[in-house]
């Protein structure tokens, strides 16, 4: 995290590093700008990544699992003792999140992004050459 202010001129700022943040950020990359990216939170990949949509889509695919083997027992398919392991659910869900989050963090490497973890608090001067 950086603390204070930072000033030097680049051409594109990208505040927020979830889907439409780093999806920006990338584009810009990939078309020869150099761009900075502030992030608060210590990954990228926002809300939908860290919270919402990936966790929840990573248990909904353990549940319809857990549901398949209930709904095998018709066909004959017997799976004696099924149970769940909430602590190992877990941690099977903060590893994908993880590896997800550190594509995110190489692809910015590699496009040449210098990522920021801290707030931006301040507009920046713009600065056109005509």
């Known amino acids: 995290m950086v603390v204070g202010e930072i000033e030097r001129a680049v051409q594109v700022v990208v505040i927020g590093g979830g889907p439409g943040g780093y999806a920006a950020a990338f584009r810009a990359a990939d078309l020869g700008m150099e761009v900075v990216l502030v992030e608060s939170a210590e990954a990228l990949g ?13 248990l909904l695919t353990a549940t319809h699992l857990l549901d398949q083997i209930t709904d095998a027992q018709v066909m004959g398919i017997h799976a004696e003792q099924v149970s769940v392991d909430p602590e190992a659910l877990s941690k099977w869900k903060d590893e994908i999140l993880n590896q997800l989050a550190k594509g995110l963090q190489q692809l910015a490497q590699r ?7 801290g707030k931006a608090q301040r507009l920046f001067h713009l600065a056109v050459d005509l």
């Open 46 to 58: 926002g809300e939908c990544l860290h919270h919402g949509c990936i966790p929840s889509k990573a």
């Open 111 to 117: 496009r040449g992004i210098e990522v920021i973890h």
